[in-house]
T-cell receptor, first 115, second 112 residues
Framework: DTGVSQDPRHKITKRGQNVTFRCDPI?????LYWYRQTLGQGPEFLTY????????KSRLLSDRFSAERPKGSFSTLEIQRTEQGDSAMYLC?????????????FGDGTRLSIL | SQKIEQNSEALNIQEGKTATLTCNYT??????LQWYRQDPGRGPVFLLL?????KEKRKERLKVTFDTTLKQSLFHITASQPADSATYLC???????????FGGGTRLMVKP
């Protein structure tokens, strides 16, 4: 079990630029989730995938955000035309299957800072 | 929509004492509640899960209770150690089982 890995760990960019984050889930996990976390708050759900299908998107996910999971393996989260309010920790998690009894395995996140 | 509330104030306790953290939820009672630990700059790490028909769940020095009448879960760490210092998050899935909602977390500081 190599765990969930995220890349990069830190990203600093100017407002208006596009950024892309990558998440590699645990290999046999079907479900992959993206969350956003700001200082002092718990993670907020953004979207999730069952294999390659994106099944749910939060209202937090504006049109500037897009996520993909080609071939049901790794996933990318892209933010276009970044804004100051996008500064946060972006967390990826995976779980073996659907179910409320399924724990989620998190990566250590990508911290995004918008100048 | 479901809300999960945790005490936002940090909990400071002395090493060796029992830490008790509270998680309250509104609206519907979830079938399961999950607890996670998060260290600064790291992702949350799953600790324990308790079902609605389980009054109590234990794992080593950790104990979780679930009171569906009070709509509350308590998380206990007995014989606390400085290494237990972290933020503890409770979470539950929505009714469809596809979206995990987290509380804001409670920061625990264990002083030697």
């Amino acid at each position: 079990d190599t765990g969930v890995s995220q890349d990069p760990r830190h990203k600093i960019t100017k407002r208006g630029q596009n950024v892309t984050f990558r998440c590699d889930p645990i290999s046999e996990h079907n479900r992959l989730y993206w969350y956003r976390q700001t200082l002092g708050q718990g993670p907020e759900f953004l979207t999730y995938f069952q294999n390659e299908a994106q099944l749910e998107k939060s209202r937090l996910l504006s049109d500037r955000f897009s996520a993909e999971r080609p071939k049901g393996s790794f996933s990318t989260l892209e933010i276009q035309r970044t804004e100051q309010g996008d500064s946060a920790m972006y967390l990826c998690a995976s779980s073996l299957r659907q179910g409320e009894d399924q724990p989620q395995h998190f990566g250590d996140g990508t911290r995004l800072s918008i100048l | 929509s479901q809300k999960i509330e945790q005490n936002s104030e940090a909990l400071n306790i002395q090493e060796g004492k029992t830490a008790t953290l509270t998680c309250n939820y509104t609206n519907y009672s979830p079938a399961y509640l999950q607890w996670y630990r998060q260290d600064p700059g790291r992702g949350p790490v799953f600790l324990l899960l308790i079902r609605e028909n389980e009054k109590e769940k234990r794992k080593e020095r950790l104990k979780v209770t679930f009171d569906t009448t009070l709509k509350q879960s308590l998380f206990h760490i007995t014989a606390s150690q400085p290494a237990d210092s972290a933020t503890y998050l409770c979470a539950q899935f929505n009714n469809a089982g596809n979206m995990l909602t987290f509380g804001g977390g409670t920061r625990l500081m264990v002083k030697p």
